[in-house]
């Protein structure tokens, strides 16, 4: 995936750094970036948490890159 490698470079960060934040093994981290592997939703969400951006955006189904205003609790 383009968006994470340059999500990531943007930040002047490595591989490694991603993946010890995501506490994860090195080759792990680059196989999402290669898409040669799955990447589970809850990394995702991770990733898009880290960066401040929307999944969609880390989906390329979006180049909005600000993440969506989260909703109000309903239940106050």
Same mark, same amino acid.
Request: net charge positive; glycine share 0%.
């Given at each position: 995936m383009n968006r994470l490698?340059? +999500?990531r470079e943007d930040k002047d960060l490595k591989q490694k750094d991603l993946a010890k934040m995501l506490k994860i093994a090195e080759r792990t981290y680059s196989g999402y970036e290669t898409e040669s592997r799955w990447m589970p939703k809850e990394v995702l969400i991770d990733i898009? $948490?880290?960066?401040n951006t929307s999944i969609d955006y880390i +989906?390329? +189904? %979006? $180049? %909005?890159?600000?993440?969506?205003?989260?909703k109000k609790?309903?239940?106050n």
């Open positions: 490698k340059d +999500l898009a $948490n880290f960066y +989906l390329c +189904l %979006t $180049n %909005t890159k600000e993440p969506y205003p989260r609790d309903s239940r």
